[in-house]
């Protein structure tokens, strides 16, 4: 267990519709990540947040945000989706989310758009 | 941005046989990771390595930060079957992943 908690664990929804990933760190975790794994794809840098803040920004498309709260957990809210959103959404936490830190990953989110 | 470029894409190997795979850029890098993802769950760190030209050992696991900095390696020796996932090469400095090793081992 990395104890990093990411709910809910399947979601299945429709075209157009919106969702809401939801990852808890590690306690004392400072950063958070999240990445997107497509079938057969290795995994995709969306995004980090550092304390409440952004920090860096991958291959994040604009129907997608996030944002990490005071009690440091974090959201990653997924708008207008398409069939091509599918994959599993990986959760990862560090302590300060500097450089050269190992990154401990949740069991994810697996999205299937129909 | 950097390319990590990850090879070989897929294994298949007898139970007890060595494995090799590597990770390559032509960026150079301070930190070389590799992670190993089991089926359905998160990638989990298996090494880390800081130093070019550094060995490191993690059981039947050895990884090696190449010495121009620009690739690693990871060798699992005597192979068992619940080695099988996919291996993932990570260099801290912006948070992005190689492509993956995918290993299956035959008992």
């Known amino acids: 267990d990395s104890g990093v908690t990411q709910t809910p664990k399947h979601l299945i929804t429709a075209t157009g519709q919106r969702v809401t990933l939801r990852c808890s760190p590690r306690?004392?975790?400072?950063?958070v990540y999240w990445y997107q794994q497509s079938l057969d794809q290795g995994l995709q840098f969306l995004i980090q947040?550092?304390?409440?803040?952004?920090?860096a920004k991958g291959n994040i498309l604009e129907r997608f945000s996030a944002q990490q709260f005071p009690d440091l957990h974090s959201e990653l809210n997924l708008s207008s989706l398409e069939l091509g959103d599918s994959a599993l959404y990986f959760c990862?936490?560090?302590?300060?989310?500097?450089?050269?830190?190992?990154?401990?990953f949740g069991s994810g989110t697996q999205l299937s758009v129909l | 941005g950097q390319q990590l470029n990850q090879s070989p894409q897929s294994m298949f190997i007898q139970e007890g046989e060595d494995v090799s795979m590597n990770c390559t850029s032509s960026?150079?890098?301070?930190?070389w990771l590799w992670y190993k993802q089991d089926p359905g769950e998160g990638p989990v760190l298996l090494i880390a390595l800081y130093k070019a030209g550094e060995l490191t050992s993690n059981g039947r696991l050895t990884a090696q930060f190449g010495i121009t900095r620009k690739d690693s390696f990871l060798n699992i020796s005597a192979s068992i079957p619940s080695d099988v996932g996919i291996y993932f090469c990570a260099v801290n400095n912006d948070m992005r992943f190689g492509a993956g090793t995918r290993l299956t081992v035959k008992p």
């Open positions: 960026s150079i890098f301070n930190t």
């Open positions: 990862a936490s560090s302590g300060s989310g500097t450089a050269n830190e190992k990154l401990f």
């Open positions: 947040y550092y304390n409440g803040e952004e920090r």
């Open positions: 306690s004392g975790d400072l950063s």
